[in-house]
């Protein structure tokens, strides 16, 4: 059974910086690409970025260049670092792997930006 277990949200106004955690329980980590995605209230769940198992990363067009993706091998965890945070950055954001041909998400974390 894989687990992965977000953390990290919360209220920030515009400009300011959070980071996610998510601890995974799929072994070996290393293997596996780990996504983020995230929905906006009343729109559909899209991806904000991936980094695979060799460290290759990508990020949907609105996020690229404020927000960085990262994995610590030692912790399971991959991070999403996000600077000159907008209003329009706001939902609840989600940890994904693709394990054996099935997709395991997080239970999310709200990230809201606003003054």
């Known amino acids: 059974q894989v687990q992965l277990v977000e953390s990290g949200g919360g209220l920030v106004q515009p400009g300011g910086s959070l980071r996610l955690s998510c601890a995974a329980s799929v072994r070996p980590f290393n293997m596996y690409t780990m996504n983020w995605h995230r929905q906006a209230p009343g729109k559909q769940r899209e991806l904000v970025a991936f980094i695979t198992n060799t460290g290759n990363t990508n990020y949907a067009d609105s996020v690229r260049g404020r927000f960085t993706i990262s994995r610590d091998k030692a912790k399971n965890t991959v991070y999403l670092q996000m600077n000159s945070l907008k209003p329009e950055d706001t939902g609840v954001y989600y940890c994904?792997?693709?394990?054996?041909?099935?997709?395991?998400w997080g239970q999310g974390t709200q990230v809201t930006v606003s003054s």
């Open positions: 994904k792997v693709r394990y054996s041909g099935q997709d395991y």
